[in-house]
């Protein structure tokens, strides 16, 4: 390349519009389709187990509280999670999907990565369990 045609195109660089976004301060919105943060309906869940059976990065758990009374507490692994959406597609009751406006999930911890998803009496009811050490741990499946 000449010296010649490096300054035609410093020249006409001088004049164009930027290529790159100012991310931060100027947002777009995501696509209609785009895959982002998992959500989770209790009402909806059967216990079935589709979803854990199919995703490939083993980043859902799904706890039994109470099988009986369809009770369950899921906890998703969001820094697993590689979001092909396997577990949305084959959940035969449409208690998961995946958000189009909730993506920017970076944190400079990994407990923000770790999310339960549940009725807020059945989290509780886990949590109780987890605190008492030598009783019987809840079944997950």
């Given at each position: 390349?000449g010296?010649?045609?490096m300054?035609g195109?410093?020249?006409?660089s001088?004049?164009?519009?930027?290529?790159t976004?100012?991310y931060?301060?100027?947002?777009?919105?995501?696509?209609?389709r785009?895959?982002?943060?998992l959500?989770?309906d209790p009402?909806k869940?059967?216990?079935?187990m589709?979803?854990?059976?199919?995703c490939?990065?083993?980043a859902?758990e799904?706890?039994?509280v109470?099988k009986?009374n369809?009770?369950?507490?899921?906890?998703y692994?969001?820094d697993?999670c590689v979001y092909?959406?396997?577990?949305?597609?084959?959940?035969?009751f449409?208690c998961?999907s995946l958000?189009?406006?909730?993506?920017?999930?970076?944190s400079t911890n990994?407990?923000a990565f770790e999310v339960t998803y549940?009725?807020?009496?059945?989290?509780a009811v886990?949590l109780?369990r987890?605190?008492?050490?030598?009783?019987?741990?809840p079944?997950c499946?």
């Amino acid at each position: 390349m000449g010296v010649g045609a490096m300054i035609g195109d410093v020249v006409r660089s001088l004049f164009k519009k930027p290529a790159t976004e100012f991310y931060p301060f100027v947002k777009t919105a995501a696509p209609d389709r785009f895959r982002g943060k998992l959500h989770y309906d209790p009402e909806k869940c059967s216990g079935c187990m589709l979803c854990i059976k199919d995703c490939p990065s083993n980043a859902i758990e799904l706890i039994t509280v109470d099988k009986v009374n369809k009770r369950f507490v899921m906890r998703y692994h969001a820094d697993q999670c590689v979001y092909c959406s396997q577990c949305v597609e084959n959940c035969r009751f449409k208690c998961l999907s995946l958000s189009n406006e909730e993506w920017e999930m970076a944190s400079t911890n990994k407990q923000a990565f770790e999310v339960t998803y549940g009725r807020e009496e059945d989290i509780a009811v886990l949590l109780s369990r987890a605190a008492r050490p030598g009783e019987d741990e809840p079944s997950c499946e």
